[in-house]
């Protein structure tokens, strides 16, 4: 093997990552269509994907994350946070690497709405990554609280780490992102939501090491304009 290859081998970069809140498969005109998601998913052709609100199957109701497993070609995981008469919806991760590892963070805040989080382990080109997908709740001392949970929960130095997800957040300066800032550094934020006509950098990508982080850029086709409420956020992460 040459020196480039093997320099090639050694690492995990370049990647691509994506976060979208799929909103039930329901998109803008109010239809239920997974495979529009779908559609969607295979324009973006990322390596590893965080989905929210997406649908697990249960009582006649299908599971949307197998259909998008089946279509993009890749592993799906899923970390459910609730139920709704006998129907499941949570978090989701897609890859197209082998997922080695998977827990699920409750972050859950007194009776609000439950919440949660999934934590992947990655094993991409020999090397572990950890993605972890997530939904923060609708008020600023649930989002603190919540914050400090997962940054507990996965603060290492062992491997790369990428946090993704719906935080809920529109005020720049709100505590839950001047943690994550602090933690992570800054990073790109355009603006995801609402998807026809964006305002609200509500979706974030988190890097850790910071400085493989590439480009940031918001998926704005017009299959992703109708597909959901949000728009697909996608990093670029380099040698």
Not at 187 to 195: D, E, G, M, N, R
């Amino acid at each position: 093997m040459t020196d480039a290859g093997s320099a090639a081998a050694a690492s995990p970069w370049p990647l691509t990552f994506a976060t979208w809140n799929i909103h039930g498969a329901v998109g803008c005109d109010g239809r239920f269509a997974p495979a529009r998601i779908a559609r969607v998913l295979n324009e973006i052709d990322a390596d590893v994907v965080a989905l929210q609100e997406v649908p697990l199957g249960g009582r006649r109701w299908p599971n949307v994350l197998q259909l998008l497993s089946h279509v993009t070609n890749c592993v799906g995981v899923e970390g459910m946070t609730f139920s709704v008469g006998g129907r499941r919806f949570g978090n989701a991760i897609l890859s197209r690497y082998p997922v080695v590892g998977k827990r699920r963070i409750d972050i859950s805040f007194g009776s609000r709405e439950p919440r949660g989080a999934l934590d992947a382990d990655i094993f991409c080109h020999g090397h572990r990554l950890r993605v972890i997908a997530t939904h923060l709740g609708l008020r600023a001392g649930e989002r603190h609280a919540q914050v400090d949970r997962l940054l507990q929960a996965f603060d290492t130095e062992e491997m790369g780490v990428a946090l993704m997800g719906d935080l809920n957040e529109w005020f720049v300066w709100g505590k839950a992102l001047r943690r994550l800032v602090s933690h992570f550094q800054a990073v790109p934020a355009p603006a995801t939501f609402p998807s026809r006509f964006p305002v609200f950098a509500l979706d974030r990508i988190w890097i850790r090491p910071r400085h493989r982080l590439v480009r940031v850029h918001v998926h704005q086709t017009e299959n992703a304009r109708v597909a959901s409420d949000h728009l697909p956020l996608v990093a670029y992460i380099g040698d």
